[in-house]
């Protein structure tokens, strides 16, 4: 590891620590020409497959972007940053369990309404009008009847009545 104060390529490793998680790996190093002190980390290098649009084009994955897309479609409803992180780890763990270099968008978007419609129906709803690009009205309301043909169930198992979460309120 080659210093960051005078460019010198021998430097010792005075300390090494893992976080809590045993994903990264800090070491405290010093240089032993100049004798400063500086901290390097490893982590896993976790090679994410290509993305192949829909116009055939490709681009690399970016996680800013996924979560982005989700947070957009959950903007203003009750659902908690941690959950969104949550869900987005679980795209790119599916993602990265395939093995391909190359995925479509189109699975992508997929695996975002799954998530999304475990963590919000209404977000969901809102995602899946943009992505499949609805042509007409009664497409979209297959999608909110998909919806509202599964009742969520209470503790006891029987079906929940929640009007705040009825999209007619009723």
Same mark, same amino acid.
């Given at each position: 590891?080659?210093?960051?104060?005078?460019?010198?390529?021998?430097?010792?490793?005075?300390?090494?620590?893992?976080?809590?998680?045993?994903?990264?790996?800090?070491?405290?190093?010093?240089?032993?020409?100049?004798?400063?002190?500086?901290?390097?980390?490893?982590?896993?290098?976790?090679?994410?497959?290509?993305?192949?649009?829909?116009?055939?084009?490709?681009?690399?994955?970016?996680?800013?972007?996924?979560?982005?897309?989700?947070? *957009? $479609?959950?903007?203003?409803?009750? @659902?908690?940053? %941690?959950? =969104?992180?949550?869900? /987005?780890?679980?795209?790119?763990?599916? +993602? *990265? $369990?395939?093995?391909?270099?190359? @995925?479509?968008? %189109?699975? =992508?978007?997929?695996? /975002?309404?799954?998530?999304?419609?475990? +963590?919000?129906?209404?977000?969901?709803?809102?995602?899946?009008?943009?992505?499949?690009?609805?042509?007409?009205?009664?497409?979209?309301?297959?999608?909110?009847?998909?919806?509202?043909?599964?009742?969520?169930?209470?503790?006891?198992?029987?079906?929940?009545?929640?009007?705040?979460?009825?999209?007619?309120?009723?």
């Amino acid at each position: 590891m080659k210093c960051p104060f005078c460019g010198d390529p021998n430097t010792q490793v005075t300390d090494t620590r893992e976080n809590e998680d045993g994903d990264v790996v800090r070491r405290r190093r010093r240089c032993v020409k100049c004798d400063k002190r500086f901290t390097t980390y490893e982590r896993i290098d976790l090679k994410m497959p290509h993305i192949v649009k829909r116009n055939g084009n490709r681009t690399e994955f970016d996680h800013a972007k996924l979560a982005g897309s989700m947070k *957009l $479609a959950l903007r203003k409803r009750p @659902v908690t940053i %941690e959950a =969104i992180d949550a869900a /987005v780890d679980r795209i790119e763990a599916r +993602l *990265l $369990a395939m093995g391909e270099q190359e @995925v479509p968008s %189109e699975k =992508i978007g997929e695996l /975002v309404m799954k998530e999304l419609k475990k +963590l919000d129906k209404v977000a969901y709803i809102r995602f899946a009008s943009v992505y499949r690009n609805f042509a007409d009205v009664d497409e979209f309301s297959e999608v909110i009847r998909e919806v509202q043909s599964r009742p969520r169930r209470t503790k006891t198992g029987k079906p929940e009545s929640d009007p705040e979460h009825d999209l007619f309120g009723g």
